[in-house]
């Protein structure tokens, strides 16, 4: 087939530019509700015992949707040509928006009617809460998919050897859209009601769709041939369902945490969702090797650039969650009192834009570098800069350890793990056929997410553990109550986090074993 460079009549990065536009709206909308939780929560009148757990899954649903989003739309893009794909999702997600901006009104009302049809008298701001939810879940199935469809298209317009660097520039616009959600979401609020702000997106996206509509008129819609699995993919979207939900799937890694103690411990519905994810992954590898057309052809990872890129993007979303935690907290356990917590928040925003930042802008010069040193050794230079971030947050971090050095070491985390973004897509985008090439863009997305999962799981609960164990140890007896000894408590917890960096040196070490392994091969066909 002729490549698409041949028929596009415009500029490539013109169309490129246009389509980073709702890649930016729909990872700005992962984290904007997070800056105005406490206002929703007292616009819906939620009972304070219970708000925060309950308004957690504004945030947590919408990044499950968002997961269970790329599984599939990836697939369909393959099928049914990315620009169809595209405008549907766009307008998904513009009835996402609608449904929340409106979601006290019509949505309230029609849910309510349906609980009563039930038999049930619910209290109302729990309805309203619902019909919130199920609003943020239809926006997170639309823009969950804009990314993958997003890196696909790059393969469409970019001839293999041209791609590190349109690449690198989705992953930075989609990273700089979730990391200023905060900072947006909180200045917007100050100015017009939340109600705005997803009312807002609805103008916006649909000029969105008309300049997409332009920019893609030329460019060939490439379809593959075969049908949808739809039991691959009921499969695999349930095995990720109870893999968030068993590792506690709302826990907000963004938020400011102040303490281990605020901290989710593992659920207690950890095991038998960890079960039910490990049978239905099973059975989803046992279907896709038995179906004509699957989900995702595993013949793929039998190619070195997939299966190594995979892994190593596994590794760098574990790492990413250590320094999106570490910081709040340590900010917060060195307060003196809850006015100081409240002031805390802005310090917290900025040092974690030490991190953010860096690694958002250090993906442009991840691609210019993959397309002259390979994507290995970029991928390899990315981490071992990473690699000395962390050692430095071991070997420094004390409970007075100073803002500047913080964000320094920040920064050298960020520009580390930003500089993988483009050379890990590139290689497994380029290792993909040109059939697969939606698959593969969302696996790219998906194992970075899975592995963050992962991350603030396993790190929380084995955090909590080393905190108990060394002030048990310090202060003497058995249990310990933390309030009778919070500077023991808070200059541990500190201790505890420098630890952290430790295990993302470790883990960034790891991740250097399929980084080595990269090959610059040509792109299959």
Same mark, same amino acid.
């Given at each position: 087939?002729?490549?698409?460079?041949?028929?596009?009549?415009?500029?490539?990065?013109?169309?490129?530019?246009?389509?980073?536009?709702?890649?930016?709206?729909?990872?700005?909308?992962?984290?904007?509700?997070?800056?105005?939780?406490?206002?929703?929560?007292?616009?819906?009148?939620? &009972?304070?015992? *219970?708000?925060?757990?309950? $308004?957690?899954?504004?945030?947590?649903?919408?990044?499950?949707?968002?997961?269970?989003?790329?599984?599939?739309?990836?697939?369909?893009?393959?099928?049914?040509?990315?620009?169809?794909?595209?405008?549907?999702?766009?307008?998904?997600?513009?009835?996402?928006?609608?449904?929340?901006?409106?979601?006290?009104?019509?949505?309230?009302?029609?849910?309510?009617?349906?609980?009563?049809?039930?038999?049930?008298?619910?209290?109302?701001?729990?309805?309203?809460?619902?019909?919130?939810?199920?609003?943020?879940?239809?926006?997170?199935?639309?823009?969950?998919?804009?990314?993958?469809?997003?890196?696909?298209?790059?393969?469409?317009?970019?001839?293999?050897?041209?791609?590190?660097?349109?690449?690198?520039?989705?992953?930075?616009?989609?990273?700089?859209?979730?990391?200023?959600?905060?900072?947006?979401?909180?200045?917007?609020?100050?100015?017009?009601?939340?109600?705005?702000?997803?009312?807002?997106?609805? &103008?916006?996206?649909?000029?969105?769709?008309?300049?997409?509509?332009?920019?893609?008129?030329?460019?060939?819609?490439?379809?593959?041939?075969?049908?949808?699995?739809?039991?691959?993919?009921?499969?695999?979207?349930?095995?990720?369902?109870?893999?968030?939900?068993?590792?506690?799937?709302?826990?907000?890694?963004?938020?400011?945490?102040?303490?281990?103690?605020?901290?989710?411990?593992?659920?207690?519905?950890?095991?038998?969702?960890?079960?039910?994810?490990?049978?239905?992954?099973?059975?989803?590898?046992?279907?896709?090797?038995?179906?004509?057309?699957?989900?995702?052809?595993?013949?793929?990872?039998?190619?070195?650039?997939?299966?190594?890129?995979?892994?190593?993007?596994?590794?760098?979303?574990?790492?990413?969650?250590?320094?999106?935690?570490?910081?709040?907290?340590?900010?917060?356990?060195?307060?003196?009192?809850?006015?100081?917590?409240?002031?805390?928040?802005?310090?917290?925003?900025?040092?974690?834009?030490?991190? *953010?930042?860096?690694?958002?802008?250090?993906?442009? &010069?991840?691609?210019?570098?993959?397309?002259?040193?390979?994507?290995?050794?970029? *991928?390899?230079?990315?981490?071992?800069?990473?690699?000395?971030?962390?050692?430095?947050?071991?070997?420094?971090?004390?409970?007075?350890?100073?803002?500047?050095?913080?964000?320094?070491?920040?920064?050298?985390?960020?520009?580390?793990?930003?500089?993988?973004?483009?050379?890990?897509?590139?290689?497994?985008?380029?290792?993909?056929?040109?059939?697969?090439?939606?698959?593969?863009?969302?696996?790219?997305?998906?194992?970075?997410?899975?592995?963050?999962?992962?991350?603030?799981?396993?790190?929380?609960?084995?955090?909590?553990?080393?905190?108990?164990?060394?002030?048990?140890?310090?202060?003497?007896?058995?249990?310990?109550?933390?309030?009778?000894?919070?500077?023991?408590?808070?200059?541990?917890?500190?201790?505890?986090?420098?630890?952290?960096?430790?295990?993302?040196?470790?883990?960034? $070490?790891?991740?250097?074993?399929?980084?080595?392994?990269?090959?610059?091969?040509? &792109?299959?066909?």
């Amino acid at each position: 087939m002729t490549d698409a460079k041949n028929h596009v009549s415009i500029n490539p990065w013109v169309v490129l530019a246009v389509i980073c536009i709702p890649v930016f709206v729909g990872s700005l909308d992962l984290t904007v509700v997070s800056a105005f939780l406490p206002e929703l929560i007292i616009d819906l009148q939620l &009972p304070l015992q *219970t708000a925060l757990d309950d $308004a957690a899954w504004i945030l947590s649903g919408y990044l499950l949707a968002y997961t269970v989003s790329l599984t599939f739309m990836g697939r369909v893009s393959d099928l049914v040509g990315r620009r169809t794909v595209y405008v549907a999702c766009l307008l998904i997600f513009i009835a996402g928006s609608v449904l929340v901006a409106t979601a006290n009104q019509a949505p309230t009302q029609i849910l309510y009617s349906i609980y009563r049809r039930l038999g049930e008298r619910p209290d109302i701001a729990y309805v309203n809460l619902q019909a919130l939810i199920a609003g943020r879940i239809v926006q997170a199935l639309g823009a969950g998919a804009l990314v993958p469809v997003s890196l696909a298209l790059v393969g469409d317009l970019f001839p293999p050897e041209r791609r590190a660097r349109p690449l690198g520039l989705v992953a930075a616009v989609d990273t700089l859209g979730w990391v200023l959600g905060h900072l947006y979401g909180g200045i917007m609020v100050q100015f017009v009601h939340w109600h705005w702000l997803f009312w807002i997106n609805v &103008p916006l996206t649909l000029i969105t769709i008309g300049l997409v509509l332009w920019a893609l008129r030329n460019v060939p819609q490439y379809r593959a041939e075969g049908r949808f699995d739809f039991l691959g993919t009921a499969l695999i979207v349930a095995a990720l369902i109870c893999l968030n939900i068993g590792l506690g799937a709302n826990v907000d890694i963004s938020s400011s945490a102040g303490n281990f103690e605020e901290l989710q411990q593992l659920p207690v519905y950890f095991v038998p969702m960890m079960a039910l994810a490990a049978i239905f992954l099973a059975a989803f590898v046992f279907a896709e090797s038995r179906v004509r057309y699957p989900l995702v052809n595993l013949s793929m990872f039998r190619r070195r650039n997939v299966s190594s890129g995979a892994l190593v993007n596994l590794f760098v979303g574990f790492c990413l969650v250590i320094g999106l935690v570490s910081v709040p907290i340590l900010i917060n356990v060195r307060q003196e009192d809850a006015r100081a917590l409240t002031e805390a928040a802005l310090e917290v925003g900025l040092l974690l834009s030490t991190l *953010t930042i860096p690694m958002a802008l250090a993906a442009v &010069p991840g691609g210019w570098l993959s397309d002259r040193i390979g994507y290995r050794w970029t *991928t390899v230079g990315g981490l071992g800069l990473a690699i000395i971030g962390f050692l430095a947050v071991w070997q420094t971090w004390t409970f007075d350890i100073s803002r500047v050095v913080i964000g320094v070491e920040m920064a050298v985390i960020g520009v580390g793990l930003g500089l993988t973004f483009s050379p890990i897509s590139a290689a497994v985008i380029n290792a993909a056929r040109q059939t697969e090439r939606g698959v593969a863009s969302a696996l790219v997305i998906i194992l970075r997410l899975i592995g963050m999962t992962i991350s603030v799981s396993a790190l929380t609960t084995i955090s909590l553990q080393r905190v108990n164990a060394l002030a048990a140890l310090e202060i003497g007896g058995g249990a310990v109550d933390p309030y009778q000894a919070v500077d023991t408590y808070a200059r541990i917890t500190v201790q505890v986090l420098g630890e952290l960096g430790l295990v993302g040196a470790i883990m960034c $070490a790891l991740a250097l074993i399929p980084a080595i392994l990269l090959r610059q091969d040509a &792109p299959e066909n």
